[in-house]
């Protein structure tokens, strides 16, 4: 939800260059009964953030509705301050991420989560649909997100992709 881009760490945006996390997320909700509610229902809340910034990015919008559903600043501002950069610079997203998150801690109102991420995620030009350069392969992204409870509702509070390398944990 955060990165795109060349390797390095990101503070939960993206740089603007050719890995975004994008259009389609490969991994499906959980729903398994062998996880605890509380569980369940922040992996799930993960998942939907991504969701929420990968549906965004395809087109650049920095107002989707999604956006507000499933995070909270500052991850909110900072997604929403590079999907700007996007617009204004003629550039979507496109590819697939899946991921494969872990809950490392978690108490009643705050969860860290650890992902390895693989991104097939690209940023293109709008108006031709080809790449922005600098193109990078396929790879391996590191996640660390911290969610907060807010209300009944686990939301993105701040997250941190380190590109072509995974978190440690994860």
């Given at each position: ?90 550039m979507v997203g ?68 380190t590109e072509g ?6």
């Amino acid at each position: 939800m955060a990165s795109c881009g060349g390797s390095g760490a990101s503070d939960g945006s993206h740089p603007t260059t050719t890995r975004a996390k994008s259009a389609t997320t490969t991994s499906l909700p959980v729903t398994t009964t062998t996880l605890a509610p509380t569980s369940v229902a922040v992996l799930n809340a993960y998942r939907a953030g991504w969701a929420a910034f990968e549906q965004a990015l395809a087109t650049a919008n920095p107002s989707d509705p999604e956006l507000a559903a499933t995070m909270v600043e500052p991850q909110l501002q900072s997604v929403k301050a590079n999907l700007f950069a996007d617009k204004r610079a003629g550039m979507v997203g496109r590819g697939t991420t899946t991921l494969h998150p872990k809950i490392t801690a978690l108490s009643a109102t705050t969860a860290t989560v650890v992902d390895c991420a693989y991104s097939r995620a690209e940023l293109l030009y709008a108006a031709t649909g080809k790449p922005v350069p600098p193109v990078t392969p396929p790879e391996n992204d590191g996640v660390r997100a911290t969610l907060v409870l807010s209300g009944s509702t686990w939301k993105v509070y701040k997250q941190t992709v380190t590109e072509g390398t995974c978190a440690p944990g994860s």
